[in-house]
T-cell receptor, first 111, second 113 residues
């Protein structure tokens, strides 16, 4: 499959455990923050987003936390499954529809 | 099936040749985008278009060109002026009216030798 990040930071997690993926952003003017999942050889898939006036948002098995004080974003995956193995990117949206992506974190789920 | 398609999945070219990557969407989205992805890096924006017959440069537009003659189509040409064209190219679309979610195609892996 596609090698989307040979030198990405890697998070190894046991199947069934919770995963926490972190991201630092740079633009205080960003109004949305988004998490994407990219499996090998595929395009990124939207997971969840959070508006800048919120500090927490929950989806199905995922929670995004936003700390604007320290410009930090995290994605928590509950009960991690083998299908969660992928590269995860955070992105921030400022004015217009342009997204700025972070460098990505590879998640490896161990059986 | 609604979606965004890119073709081909793998493309090989000789140095000095221009090559055009295809991107088509049937989601009725106004906005379309081209990104480049290299190993160890996130996605970098090449060009984007908010509406038909209009497009803007992204962060790494040098050596690339685009057109947006139809709402459904946003082809990217990698010219011989692009110094490091070998990469994974991703096309995306969004509603364009403040829509946050971008829908991505499967990507085209371009190798130039």
């Amino acid at each position: 499959g596609e090698s989307v990040g040979l030198h990405l930071p890697t998070l190894s997690v046991q199947e069934g455990d919770n995963s926490i993926i972190n991201c630092a952003y740079s633009n205080s003017a960003s109004d949305y923050f988004i998490w994407y999942k990219q499996e090998s050889g595929k395009g990124p898939q939207f997971i969840i987003d959070i508006r800048s006036n919120m500090d927490k948002r929950q989806g199905q098995r995922v929670t995004v936390l936003l700390n604007k004080t320290v410009k930090h974003l995290s994605l928590q995956i509950a009960a991690t499954q083998p299908g969660d193995s992928a590269v995860y990117f955070c992105a921030e949206k400022a004015a217009g529809n342009k997204l700025t992506f972070g460098g990505g974190t590879r998640v490896l789920v161990k059986p | 099936d609604g979606g965004i398609t890119q073709s081909p999945k793998y493309l090989f070219r000789k140095e000095g040749q221009n090559v055009t990557l295809s991107c088509e969407q049937n989601l009725n989205h106004d906005a379309m985008y081209w990104y480049r992805q290299d190993p160890g890096q996130g996605l970098r924006l090449i060009y984007y278009s908010q509406i038909v017959n209009d497009f803007q440069k992204g962060d790494i537009a040098e050596g690339y060109s685009v057109s947006r003659e139809k709402k459904e189509s946003f082809p990217l040409t990698v010219t011989s002026a692009q110094k490091n064209p070998t990469a994974f190219y991703l096309c995306a679309s969004s509603t364009g009216t403040g829509g946050v979610e971008q829908y991505f195609g499967p990507g085209t892996r371009l190798t130039v030798t």
